[in-house]
């Protein structure tokens, strides 16, 4: 098979998306250091791209603040950020032109399939992505690489180094996963760690959000592994498709073993990483070590620091009800939550019941909110005795929310909703708490 990056060699290659994360600028240098012309497409202006395109190799060119028909007919090639949607309509007039359009993490899985982990689950996959990385890595040093729904990283950039890995452990969104049906291709090892509503401001359904995870097995054949977690009938629901040989985890494989982790569900993610290490023959004396060894990611129930008496965790990654819901009850000391943000269209109806019924939680901040009327209705009907203001800003927030803490307890970042009514990103609004709770 022809690598993608001979075939590109002197054609033009049209970015579709440059995006804030940086991913994209990896694919535009990979394709100008394989002899392409580039140019790079996004409805964002060169001001509000102006972070990333300082990272763009020389050479390429811009086509900034819409995307344009003049775009597709110039291309040879489209790659498609993962953040556009499929139904774009410049993108179906690309392959009706025959046109190919691609996502570079699919390429990816493509050339290397053999030697891929594919992570994937609506909670959890960052964390599982990681503790399989690192107890990989502990067996096989510097044989094996990470990539996928990670901020910065590059599909097409791992293209280059993916020949000497071993293992390639990918953590893959159901964006991403959606291009893995169209070239029809799965990883060698997928890891389900659940489904839960998410993203239904792009789906128009659940049944939807579930095909394109589904990406992640419906390609294996009897030689591949799908590991899945047994308690989730979601993760069920994806990992049936496909050939792969099943394999089930359950929390309860793991009882006794130490972590510093807190909650049920990050359980659940270390019994993914031990079924893993029992199906590759890894000792279970390796995975207990990682399990008692590993604090955790940052921005996912990341403690940051305490201040007189009170302690400040950031889960700003809670961008739905579901991981919010996740971290009240991973709680153990009385709290105050900061809560709110975007839309993304999901149900709430139970984090406004566990809020309601939680005996930890004391206080709560609104922050921003104003597209999510009903929901701030909802919760001031469940909890409005508890609700000590709104704020516009996470300054303001994290005043709020300190001025009502006591010692002994702790101020809970875990909004449950979108960033993008105040934030960049859920990393931006991650970022800003850090900062303000390091200077307080």
Not at 302 to 323: H, K, L
């Amino acid at each position: 098979m022809t690598s993608f990056g001979d075939s590109i060699h002197g054609r033009n290659v049209l970015i579709y998306g440059l995006g804030l994360q940086g991913g994209a600028s990896g694919d535009a240098a990979f394709c100008v250091g394989h002899g392409s012309r580039v140019r790079v497409t996004d409805k964002k202006t060169e001001s509000e791209l102006a972070k990333t395109i300082t990272k763009l190799p020389p050479g390429v060119e811009l086509s900034l603040g819409g995307h344009s028909e003049a775009d597709i007919t110039w291309a040879d090639y489209v790659i498609k950020n993962p953040g556009v949607p499929d139904d774009e309509p410049l993108l179906i007039r690309a392959r009706e032109a025959g046109k190919p359009v691609y996502t570079s993490i699919a390429l990816l899985v493509q050339e290397f399939r053999d030697r891929t982990i594919g992570v994937t689950g609506t909670r959890g996959k960052s964390t599982t992505t990681e503790l399989i990385f690192r107890l990989l890595n502990m067996v096989y040093p510097g044989e094996v690489m990470r990539g996928g729904n990670i901020p910065g990283t590059s599909g097409l950039a791992l293209l280059d180094e993916a020949a000497s890995a071993r293992y390639i452990v990918l953590e893959l969104s159901s964006f991403q996963l959606a291009a893995f049906h169209e070239l029809r291709v799965s990883p060698h090892i997928s890891v389900v760690t659940n489904l839960y509503p998410d993203h239904l401001n792009r789906y128009n359904s659940m049944a939807a959000y579930l095909r394109d995870k589904q990406g992640v097995a419906a390609y294996q054949t009897s030689t591949d592994i799908c590991i899945y977690n047994q308690d989730n009938v979601g993760a069920g629901d994806i990992a049936r498709v496909g050939q792969g040989k099943k394999i089930t985890y359950t929390a309860s494989t793991i009882t006794g073993w130490p972590s510093s982790l807190p909650g049920a569900h990050n359980r659940e993610n270390i019994a993914a990483m031990a079924a893993l290490a029992k199906e590759l023959g890894i000792e279970e004396q390796v995975a207990q070590k990682l399990a008692a060894d590993f604090s955790g990611l940052p921005y996912r129930q990341e403690t940051i620091r305490e201040v007189r008496g009170v302690t400040y965790i950031n889960d700003t990654t809670a961008t739905t009800p579901t991981a919010t819901i996740k971290a009240i009850e991973a709680a153990t000391s009385p709290f105050v939550l900061i809560f709110g943000g975007d839309t993304k269209g999901l149900p709430y109806g139970e984090l406004m019941k566990i809020i309601g019924n939680s005996e930890k939680l004391q206080k709560i901040v609104i922050l921003g909110s104003a597209h999510i009327p009903d929901a701030v209705a909802a919760l001031r009907a469940v909890a409005g005795d508890k609700i000590v203001g709104t704020a516009t800003s996470m300054q303001e927030a994290v005043q709020l929310a300190t001025a009502s803490a006591h010692p002994g307890w702790s101020v809970l970042l875990s909004p449950g909703f979108a960033s993008f009514d105040l934030f960049e990103n859920e990393f931006d609004r991650g970022r800003q708490f850090n900062e303000i709770v390091r200077a307080l």
